[in-house]
């Protein structure tokens, strides 16, 4: 999902699930910290096994990441920050104080977002990336990075 027809690809690639490692930190040496990303993609495209193999090379026990599907955020160390707002809209992020998190250190991941949050954390000045991640065969992920205010 493109949110701004001003966005630039910063990274295309296919990836073989046994080079997600070394994947992941080729995406951070393009991310700022604090940055903001907009995980993009079917279910069960790889989303939490992205944040999971990024989290990993933050440093932080990959086995401990989860989806957060039913928790709407997960935090992964002191660092990952991990959001599912498939099933809320932009007031409930409001009322139950989510918008807050962003403005913690670190790198926030969320699946699902929508217009209106996204243009919030634009107008407020936050650093907002999207991946992309689509299946063109079982065995690979062709994910695309790009930055859409930063």
Sequence with gaps: MSFQTNSKILLHKEVKLEELDNFAKELLSYL???AIVLLNGNLAA????????????????????????FSLQQIYGNRVFHYDFYRIDFNDIISLGLLDEFEKEGFHFIEWANKELVDILIEAGFSVYSITITTPKSELRDYKLEVINA
Excluded at 46 to 67: E, N, R, W
């Design 32 to 34: 700022p910290n604090n």
């Design 46 to 69: 790889g989303k939490t096994t992205l944040v999971s193999k990024i989290a990993k090379t933050l440093g932080v026990d990959s086995s401990a990441i989860t989806s957060p599907t």
